[in-house]
């Protein structure tokens, strides 16, 4: 796959994860997994790069007494998940289109 698309695919993915409550890496990655493979060496980066575009947000807590960070969600977040539909439309058709005749081979 090519991997600025996996990349937009793994941001969308890792937004989703967050949509309706407030988590954390470890979390993160248990929620993804059954749908897409992903490491922390992979998610931390996206984290941060998620933050950066104010497509989300971050907060420290303490937690069995250690620091955590919680990841939290943005409008702005919320508004890229509902691109990304739109954007997906776009291209099961180009799908559909590529493979238009195979069915019947």
Known sequence: MDIQLKRGLLDVCVLSA???EDSYGYKI???I????EISESTLYPI???L??????TVRTAEHNGRLRKYYRITKLGLKRIED???????????YNFVNRGEESE
């Open 33 to 36: 997994k059954p749908h897409v």
């Open 51 to 56: 933050e950066v575009a104010n497509l989300l």
């Open 84 to 94: 990304f539909k739109l954007e997906w439309q776009e291209i099961v058709s180009i």
């Open 29 to 31: 990655i248990k929620d």
């Open 47 to 49: 984290l941060r790069r």
């Open 18 to 20: 967050i949509k309706s």
